[in-house]
């Protein structure tokens, strides 16, 4: 159980288009939604915290009108990378959870690059 | 702002070896801490999860402690196998932010 699916697992996009990331609780509703950054060889950084039905919550640096990020069901968010640049490149990861239980499930990650 | 390390960043050992893999948090204000695993390109695995009342938790082969007061935590890893190799990441929730990662160790277990 707890199974976090994410799509596409990868992704090559030309520089100025948009890219939508999908990541799915295939098995479990998830009320809360997390998007994570890894640039190689570094840490996970949260990106932004999405609940169901509300606007997301973006962490410090992270621009809200390029990383568009909706949560409209308990199973399904997207992450669109608006006009990407070939500094967007880089893997993203989702990760869920629902209400009262602390541990995140995480999904399998999306490659991005932007050429 | 909690900072997670993580030392060594890569390690190298031969299969059948028991290792430790250290991790350091600067606030100890902490109420768990987790150890993943990430495979080359693929999400997290979570291994353990120890609460910050535990000092251990342990899952088959591998043992993780837990010294909230100095800020560290350790996972063992017993009788290490190629298919441990990975990457292995602590994280512990701070303030608001759910998880603050470390850089991780790149553990690599040649046969």
């Known amino acids: 159980g707890a199974v976090v699916s994410q799509h596409p697992s990868r992704v090559i996009c030309k520089s100025g288009t948009s890219v939508k990331i999908e990541c799915r609780s295939l098995d479990f509703q998830a009320t809360t939604m997390f998007w994570y950054r890894q640039f190689p060889k570094q840490s996970l950084m949260l990106m932004a915290t999405s609940n169901e039905g509300s606007k997301a919550t973006y962490e410090q640096g992270v621009e809200k009108d390029k990383f568009l990020i909706n949560h409209a069901s308990l199973t399904l968010s997207t992450l669109t990378v608006t006009s990407a640049h070939p500094e967007d490149s880089s893997f993203y990861i989702c990760s869920a959870s629902t209400a009262g239980v602390e541990t995140q499930y995480f999904g399998p990650g999306t490659r991005l690059l932007v050429l | 702002k909690q900072e997670v390390t993580q030392i060594p960043a890569a390690l190298s050992v031969p299969e059948g070896e028991n290792l430790v893999l250290n991790c350091s948090f600067t606030d100890s204000a902490i109420y768990n801490l987790q150890w993943f695993r990430q495979d080359p390109g693929k999400g997290l695995t979570s291994l353990l999860l120890?609460?910050?009342?535990?000092r251990e938790q342990t899952s088959g082969r591998l043992n993780a402690s837990l010294d909230k007061s100095s800020g560290r935590s350790t996972l063992y890893i017993a009788a290490s196998q190629p298919g441990d190799s990975a990457t292995y990441l602590c994280a512990v929730p701070s303030g608001n932010t759910p998880l603050v990662f470390g850089k991780g160790t790149r553990l690599s277990v040649i046969a």
């Open positions: 120890i609460q910050s009342s535990q």
